[in-house]
């Protein structure tokens, strides 16, 4: 073999010899020394001295190449979503379905994925030629992205968050889609690898989908209407100083809506003789 064997790579390589613990492979160096165990516990199938078998090549505690049967899914460019196994020094490793999990170093991370969580990554070899993954994968996401061409407004979604930004959330959805979820369409605080159900607010003319989490706005005008009085009902004075003048930021933080949902809450309250508004004030009525 004119390049010497990596780890982190497959190959197909020969069995040169057996022994009570496994096989050895051959190396390619004439060196019987450099021979690549094979252990029984990482055999999937027969293997016979003399025959070629196909290995994923990885290094042991020890620093030794060794060699495993079960093969990696995934390969160099793939575009695949993952299950975080363990944090250590280096960063995350996530199953790939070898013992050696593929490593995703803490400067290609985006957050701080935990175990269990499965997160959206692209594989790729680092320096030394071994499988790395990366969070980055904007990029590829947008040439691998589909319109939204079957979808209409109204429709429900499913997809996986993949990126934070202070606006809001980016998903890629079970059909291909990217699509966008503002922060105030949000009802509660998202992590990347977060899977959720959405709606579709808005087609663009890329393609792309703006969603929220929101109900429709009747629904929500609703639900928004409780929370308000529930607020009223629970405070002795039965009344608070946010009103339709109240800034957006203050409500948001307030009751977690945005200003127009709480104008249109409020609204419903008005006209159903719950509540009334006095010099930037809300009362329930009847209080005394």
Not at 63 to 83: C, E, F, H, N
Not at 136 to 141: F, K, T
Request: glycine fraction near 10%.
């Amino acid at each position: 073999m004119s390049q010497p064997l990596e780890p982190g790579q497959t190959y197909t390589l020969p069995v040169v010899r057996a022994a009570e613990f496994g096989v050895f492979l051959d190396a390619g160096t004439g060196q019987s020394a450099d021979d690549i165990l094979l252990h029984k516990e990482q055999q999937t199938g027969p293997v016979k001295v003399g025959e070629p078998v196909e290995v994923f090549l990885y290094r042991d505690p020890r620093g030794r190449l060794t060699a495993t049967m079960r093969l990696p899914k995934v390969k160099q460019g793939d575009l695949t979503r993952l299950k975080v196994e363990a944090a250590t020094k280096m960063g995350i490793f996530l199953d790939m379905g070898t013992d050696k999990g593929l490593l995703l170093p803490f400067a290609e991370m985006k957050g701080r994925p935990k175990p269990g969580e499965r997160i959206w990554v692209e594989v790729y070899r680092d320096k030394s030629g071994r499988l790395a993954a990366t969070m980055e994968i904007e990029g590829l996401l947008n040439k691998q992205s589909k319109p939204a061409t079957a979808l209409k407004r109204g429709d429900q979604v499913t997809g996986t968050v993949f990126e934070q930004t202070e606006d809001g959330s980016f998903l890629w959805t079970e059909q291909e889609h990217i699509a966008f979820l503002h922060k105030d369409e949000r009802t509660r605080e998202l992590r990347i690898g977060d899977d959720l159900t959405v709606r579709v607010i808005f087609i663009r003319e890329d393609g792309r989908l703006n969603v929220s989490m929101r109900p429709v706005k009747e629904e929500g005008r609703v639900i928004d209407a409780d929370v308000i009085l529930n607020y009223l009902q629970q405070r002795e004075s039965g009344r608070m100083p946010y009103a339709d003048n109240s800034p957006p930021d203050v409500i948001k933080d307030r009751f977690g809506i945005s200003k127009a949902a709480f104008k249109r809450a409020l609204g419903k309250l008005i006209k159903e003789g719950f509540v009334e508004q006095k010099e930037g004030w809300t009362y329930l009525k009847g209080r005394e």
